[in-house]
């Protein structure tokens, strides 16, 4: 069995009457890469504040490290990283400016800071903008010097609090690539939150759906795929006759078939290993396959089969609203 | 997993505490717009209040001048020296309001060290230093120091400024000035805390801004800054009485002009000794409750 990493136990958080995180309890173990997913106002942000110390929750209790995140805050902020959603380096200052302050307040010795940024800085291609202010970096330099600075005390554990919001599909793609660099090369654990589904299922190894403050289901993204009914393969045959539906009813590995207009929808575990064995049935029958589609469901699908919608935004706050414009609007300019 | 270096405890404690402070007051010193106009905002105050507030002028001899009854001028000029001395302790009031308006520089800026949270807060700042393991009392005494530097500056450029305008010389010395901005730092350390202690919570620099807009004025006018408090009503005297203002500005007024002080130096510094160390403490302790992301 893996090492828990973090280790959440029926963790809540209200304000005033709003149960922003309701009893969530989950584990993330060594190395992993842990995605919450979920729409707006889901209470993704709020489970990262309080496992990052930065609000207290109301009742339940989470132990990263081994250390807890309420007796032991200052323990858990001196091992763990954090990515924010918003872009927090202070523009009035070079970006190597920010990384030596951040350094400073995690107490590192100054020979320890130079080695480090300059390190860090040539890992997300920054040396060159190092000196300039904040204020003239692009939106992916920003987030690329967001990660940098939340990398500085070489964290076992990295919160990632929607790290690629706003940016444009390249951009991410390249974001991500440093973040897998870094996982790499500290070896860390990440703790990420996003509502790209594509983003969740190509990274992360186990995801956790939250709607309304509540977890829905956690697995791999193949486990949850599977957990709404399995893969689909659609064909359509030439020659067809009544007895086909049958034939491939009471062949081994389909759970569930039926005619569509003119064609065979089939549900099964294992659609790749499924498909040449109905071939091979059919034609030993007689029968000539037309066309064939394998359908592997997607995320999207899960996503709206456990939330029952895809985008609540009109629905989260105001504020998360504002948060989010500005991080946009700062990352377009 | 490799080994760390760390820095001690105390040298962290100071380590961390400067580069907060420095980080706030680079966007000053390294803006040389800014810097300017912080420092000519004194000196267009005192210029225009100094100089327009001639309060001397009105009784001299040329202002007053009963024609029917001719009164010579030397009885016009002692009355006026005898009420001025009365009201002021000095005949010149350009440089009382001068040492009024060292005081007055050093409120001001000191007023506006709870804004800078607001914007950190607003801007995700302050989520991502209350992330790292710094003690929450360095952030807040950062801001605190970052406002104390930067008003004090400011007061020496208004002395300089004053000193040139005429103000007046004969009692000035090393000691004195040194001791007028210890007084002027307490003053500045006790408001900014203050301010400080108000904002903690705050989201919005609106309500900052109005916080401090509601205060700046009555602390300046319900003080001895432009007017001697013993012509006040008594309502007002007895806010005066306990304005931190009004206690820094005895300490400077004695020390600079040699204006008699109605209780004694020892008595005015403790009470603004007491101001800055309470505000403080208050500020530092609440910090560990209230500054939250």
Redesign the interface.
């Known amino acids: 069995m893996q090492n828990k990493v973090i280790d959440v136990n029926a963790l809540s958080k209200s304000f005033k009457s709003l149960k922003a995180v309701d009893g969530i309890s989950f584990s993330v173990y060594e190395g992993e890469i842990f995605g919450f997913l979920g729409p707006n106002g889901a209470g993704k942000t709020t489970t990262i504040k309080m496992l990052t110390t930065l609000i207290p929750p109301s009742s339940g209790e989470a132990v990263i490290l081994g250390h807890s995140i309420t007796k032991e805050a200052n323990t858990v902020r001196s091992m763990i990283g954090v990515v924010p959603q918003e872009y927090t380096a202070d523009e009035d200052l070079s970006g190597y400016d920010n990384m030596l302050l951040i350094a400073d307040l995690y107490g590192l010795p100054r020979s320890e800071s130079k080695k480090r940024i300059a390190d860090l800085l040539s890992v997300v291609e920054l040396s060159k903008a190092a000196k300039r202010k904040v204020s003239t970096y692009s939106g992916g330099m920003r987030r690329r010097l967001e990660l940098a600075i939340g990398l500085i005390n070489h964290p076992k554990v990295l919160f990632l609090d929607e790290p690629t919001l706003g940016l444009d599909v390249q951009t991410r793609t390249v974001v991500w690539r440093y973040i897998q660099e870094m996982k790499r090369r500290y070896k860390m654990t990440l703790f990420l939150t996003t509502h790209y589904l594509e983003e969740a299922d190509s990274l992360c190894d186990r995801i956790a759906i939250i709607d309304h403050g509540k977890i829905i289901k956690i697995g791999t993204p193949d486990e949850l795929k599977q957990s709404i009914g399995g893969d689909i393969i659609e064909l359509s045959i030439k020659n067809s006759d009544s007895k086909v539906l049958n034939r491939i009813k009471s062949t081994q590995g389909v759970l569930e078939a039926k005619k569509i207009n003119d064609y065979y929808r089939i549900k099964t575990r294992k659609s790749e290993e499924l498909a040449p064995k109905l071939i091979s049935m059919l034609s030993k029958n007689g029968y000539t396959v037309d066309r064939l589609s394998l359908k592997k469901p997607s995320l999207d699908e899960v996503y709206l089969d456990y939330t029952g919608r895809s985008l609540r935004d009109e629905e989260s706050s105001g504020e998360d609203v504002a948060a989010m414009r500005r991080t946009i609007r700062m990352s377009r300019a | 997993m490799?080994k760390?270096?760390?820095?001690s405890s105390f040298a962290?404690f100071l380590?961390?505490l400067w580069?907060?402070t420095n980080?706030d007051l680079?966007?000053w010193y390294?803006?040389p717009l800014l810097l300017i106009m912080s420092l000519v905002q004194p000196v267009i105050w005192l210029g225009l209040f100094g100089k327009a507030m001639n309060l001397g002028a009105i009784f001299s001899n040329s202002s007053i001048n009963i024609t029917a009854l001719d009164i010579p001028k030397q009885v016009l000029n002692s009355i006026g020296t005898l009420f001025m001395t009365s009201a002021f302790g000095t005949t010149d009031y350009f440089s009382f309001l001068a040492v009024g308006m060292l005081a007055f520089i050093v409120l001001f800026t000191s007023m506006m060290s709870g804004m800078s949270i607001v914007w950190d807060r607003r801007?995700?700042?302050l989520?991502?230093?209350?992330?790292?393991?710094?003690s929450r009392g360095s952030i807040v005494i950062a801001k605190i120091l970052n406002s104390t530097i930067r008003s004090l500056v400011q007061a020496v450029v208004v002395l300089v400024i004053a000193i040139l305008l005429g103000m007046s010389v004969a009692h000035l010395s090393v000691g004195g000035i040194l001791l007028t901005f210890l007084a002027l730092f307490l003053l500045s350390f006790g408001m900014s805390s203050l301010f400080v202690l108000l904002a903690l919570r705050s989201k919005d620099w609106q309500s900052q801004m109005m916080v401090v807009n509601l205060l700046n004025l009555p602390l300046l006018f319900a003080s001895n800054a432009f007017f001697p408090t013993k012509f006040m009503p008594s309502w007002l005297q007895a806010i005066a009485s306990v304005n931190p203002v009004s206690f820094a500005i005895n300490i400077g007024r004695n020390l600079l002009l040699n204006i008699p002080i109605s209780t004694s130096l020892f008595n005015e510094f403790l009470y603004l000794g007491i101001f800055a160390i309470g505000i403080t403490t208050i500020s530092v302790v609440l910090s560990w409750k209230l500054l939250?992301?």
């Open positions: 490799e760390e270096r760390r820095l962290y380590r961390s580069s907060l980080r680079k966007k390294m803006v801007f995700g700042f989520d991502k230093i209350l992330s790292t393991p710094v939250k992301g």
